[in-house]
């Protein structure tokens, strides 16, 4: 007979469940993720996996959840840190990349794993959304004072494209030779917010 967890037991084994996905991710690819591979590290049999989650879809859409809201922690305080915008901005890039660099699995999972809008949970959808609009939120700041001008969700998504794919290339290991990843980054970053300020001419 089965035995009864508590729902704080529970979300126990769910969250080591998922350290363990993340930790298998992060040395082999989310394409090599399997819950018969996380049964054999913990020493379980598949099928006791699947008591706490019903498919690989089913772990992969709790753990996006979980890297999208620590994601948005670390956004969020960089956010609250300081009342400067530009000073905001900063710690915002700052703490983005952190995250990537700190959190390559959580990384994956947020941004190279394809799903259906359809087979995403309301909680993944909340997740994203809270995401998104902590990498928006500072730019619509910016430029309701007057600093930046155009539409400031466009300037957004060209702040993170940028920077997202420099991470992608720096975790390919293309960008290791001169000028390197921090200087891309800083020169990428300052020409964009030239091009977006109201004093460029």
């Known amino acids: 007979m089965a035995v009864l967890l508590t729902d704080e037991q529970v979300h126990d084994v769910r969250e080591r469940i998922r350290e363990v996905a993340e930790h298998q991710i992060a040395a082999h690819g989310i394409a090599a993720l399997s819950l018969r591979s996380i049964a054999t590290e913990l020493g379980w049999t598949a099928a006791s996996l699947y008591r706490y989650f019903a498919s690989k879809a089913d772990l992969l859409d709790a753990l996006r959840v979980a890297a999208h809201n620590r994601f948005s922690d670390r956004i969020e305080a960089a956010h609250d840190s300081t009342d400067d915008l530009w000073e905001r901005s900063r710690a915002i890039g700052d703490a983005y990349i952190d995250f990537a660099m700190s ?38 700041e910016m430029a309701d004072a007057g600093l930046l001008e155009g539409d400031p969700d466009m300037i957004a998504h060209a702040y993170w494209a940028t920077i997202h794919g420099l991470i992608v290339l720096r975790m390919a290991g293309k960008l290791d030779t001169s000028p390197g990843f921090d200087a891309l980054r800083h020169a990428a970053m300052r020409l964009i917010t030239r091009g977006a300020r109201p004093d460029k001419a």
């Open 103 to 140: 959190e390559p699995a959580a990384y994956q999972v947020m941004f190279a794993y394809e799903q259906e809008e359809g087979e995403k949970s309301e909680e993944l959808r909340a997740a994203e959304r809270r995401s998104h609009l902590t990498l928006i939120t500072y730019v619509r």
